[in-house]
């Protein structure tokens, strides 16, 4: 069973760009979350595919934005990068089913640097 | 709204000596509790979850929790801790509505081992 994998590791960026970041999840997974990290701060919510469709957003700008793919893979863009988007982004998969509450299994985070 | 505080930023702990690690949360309806682990320049490890049954729960690297409803928290204790328990400790808390399944989490707790 493989676990939750994104790419790259880390991604240095200039203000005003966009960048996409990758997330495979974890082998018979439905579900990715996204999540982003500020140095010394508790992951924060961005949004959650459920088969292809956002299920849920968190407190973020419409210029962050994502995808899912038929085999559950997931992308998080953004565009217009600002300096405070700095962080390590987290991609979460879990497993949903009706009337189940699902546990999110982590990778290893893509470390954004904007300059 | 739901808010999750651990309430110590950081402990400071000698090799096998026990520990607590202090979360509260605030909601109005009913939750489901997690407890995970971060080691440097990692994503974040599951360590226990509470979701209904029995208000103590046992997890990975003998460290076990409390639910406690009256008072709104849930401490993560383990007896006897070891050098490799150094980490960032993250207690969460699911929201259920219209932000989905995501994970509400406190700010961390950086656990220190010294010999």
């Known amino acids: 069973e493989t676990g939750v994998t994104q790419s790259p590791t880390h991604l240095i960026k200039t203000r005003g760009q966009q960048v996409t970041l990758r997330c495979s999840s974890q082998?018979?997974?439905?579900?990715v979350s996204w999540y982003q990290q500020a140095l010394g701060q508790g992951p924060q919510f961005i949004f959650q595919?459920?088969?292809?469709?956002?299920?849920g957003r968190g407190n973020f700008p419409p210029r962050f934005s994502g995808l899912q793919f038929p085999n559950y893979s997931s992308e998080l863009n953004v565009n217009a990068l600002e300096l405070d988007d700095s962080a390590l982004y987290l991609c979460?998969?879990?497993?949903?089913?009706?009337?189940?509450?699902?546990?999110?299994?982590f990778g290893p985070g893509t470390r954004l640097t904007v300059l | 709204a739901q808010s999750v505080t651990q309430l110590d930023s950081q402990v400071p702990v000698f090799e096998e000596a026990p520990v607590e690690l202090r979360c509260n949360y605030s909601?109005?309806?009913?939750?489901?509790l997690f407890w995970y682990v971060q080691y440097p320049n990692q994503g974040l490890q599951l360590l226990l979850k509470?979701?209904?049954?029995?208000?103590l729960v046992k997890g990975i690297n003998g460290f076990e929790a409390e639910f406690n409803k009256s008072q709104t928290s849930f401490h993560l204790r383990k007896p006897s801790v070891h050098i490799s328990d150094t980490a960032e400790y993250f207690c969460?808390?699911?929201?259920?509505?219209?932000?989905?399944?995501?994970?509400?989490f406190g700010k961390g707790t950086s656990l220190l081992v010294t010999p």
């Open positions: 979460a998969s879990s497993l949903k089913l009706a009337g189940d509450t699902d546990t999110q299994y």
């Open positions: 082998s018979g997974h439905n579900t």
């Open positions: 595919y459920y088969r292809e469709e956002e299920n």
């Open positions: 909601s109005s309806v009913s939750v489901y």
């Open positions: 509470y979701l209904s049954g029995s208000t």
């Open positions: 969460a808390v699911i929201m259920v509505g219209n932000s989905g399944y995501a994970l509400n």
